[in-house]
């Protein structure tokens, strides 16, 4: 948490000033092309910290063109969904692979963000969505103000699923991103810089700078205020850069199915409700996914069991029963698998 907090009119002068990292990145880049000053300047800095403060240069990254940054190097803590900084100026330009969504807002001038053998320039008011598992390396120019947004994949899940409803093409696009193994691609809003989207990202961005009591909760809402004017623009302001298969307008249905009944679906449901065999879903369900019915509905399970452990002081018999267990020690069993704690550590510890 910082101690100096910053006032709603004070968001924009905050992000033109120059920040730590920045400087860090200006003074790097400064002497880069001098090996000794720049072994001499390294020295003066413990790589441990550089990474605790998520400062990412080639000479401490393991695999500097393909760094892969889990939900961890972001969210210290299982109870937050949503992080939101500004995109550093002068950064070296890293190619990453994140397992969480990240949001790109330009707010000032161009960046240019590079995605396989495709560059996207960013113009001002853009709002791009990265989905999980896509390399890109993005180019932040010296006078660009942008904000990186990053967001848990269970968060659309567990909050925003609703937000999501209907066969569009932003539906499609996050729920192939999900659960798709092969649905690499990037959203683009193209909103030639919204007021309404421009002051929900400035405000999301004062909260998490700020870190009042509840700020994670008023984030979550703006974020669901954000996704609904995204939703309701005009399909021309809409662009999907495309890594690999089209929509599948099926399974997009099947697993909005799964989302709305996953405390008591059985795969016969979803044979009936889809009129298809089980023996043919479940393979059309893995072939599509890359996973099974079974791994699926755990996960959305366990997911929301989550989140009612963190919003509310049900019984752990109770969460377990509401979200499909009716065995508890087979549900704290699955819970800790996937959270390394159980039920009870986790509450205790959020």
């Known amino acids: 948490m910082n101690d100096k907090k910053i006032a709603k009119s004070e968001v924009m002068q905050h992000l033109k000033e120059y920040n730590d990292k920045e400087i860090f990145y200006h003074q790097y880049a400064l002497l880069y092309n001098d090996k000794e000053a720049l072994k001499h300047f390294l020295e003066q800095h413990d790589p441990a910290r550089l990474i605790k403060e998520k400062i990412y240069i080639e000479e401490i990254l393991p695999k500097s063109c393909e760094s892969f940054n889990g939900e961890e190097s972001v969210w210290e803590s299982l109870e937050t969904d949503i992080h939101i900084e500004k995109y550093c100026r002068l950064m070296p330009h890293l190619s990453a692979i994140h397992d969480f969504f990240e949001i790109v807002y330009v707010v000032d001038n161009n960046m240019q963000i590079e995605i396989g053998e495709n560059t996207l320039t960013l113009q001002p008011g853009d709002v791009c969505f990265i989905s999980p598992g896509i390399l890109h390396t993005p180019y932040i120019m010296e006078e660009t103000i942008a904000l990186q947004m990053t967001v848990r994949k269970s968060t659309f899940r567990k909050e925003f699923f609703r937000c999501l409803a209907g066969n569009s093409l932003t539906s499609d696009f996050f729920l192939n991103a999900l659960y798709s193994q092969n649905a690499g ?142 065995n508890v020690e087979h549900f704290i069993r699955l819970f800790k698998q996937k959270y390394h704690k159980t039920p009870n550590q986790f509450r205790k510890d959020k």
């Open 185 to 326: 691609s990037v959203l683009l809003f193209h909103m030639d810089s919204d007021e309404e989207i421009k002051n929900v990202f400035l405000q999301m961005y004062q909260e998490n700078y700020n870190q009042y009591p509840g700020f994670q909760n008023v984030m979550n809402n703006l974020f669901e205020i954000l996704l609904c004017y995204l939703f309701r623009c005009d399909p021309s302001e809409i662009e999907i850069k495309q890594d690999c298969q089209k929509s599948d307008t099926r399974m997009t249905q099947i697993l909005q199915y799964i989302e709305n009944n996953c405390d008591r679906i059985i795969i016969a449901d979803l044979s009936q409700q889809f009129h298809l065999t089980k023996t043919y879903l479940s393979k059309y369900i893995t072939h599509k996914t890359g996973k099974s019915f079974r791994s699926i509905l755990q996960e959305i399970r366990l997911e929301k069991a989550r989140s009612m452990l963190c919003s509310s002081n049900l019984l752990i018999e109770d969460i377990s029963e509401a979200v499909g267990y009716h």
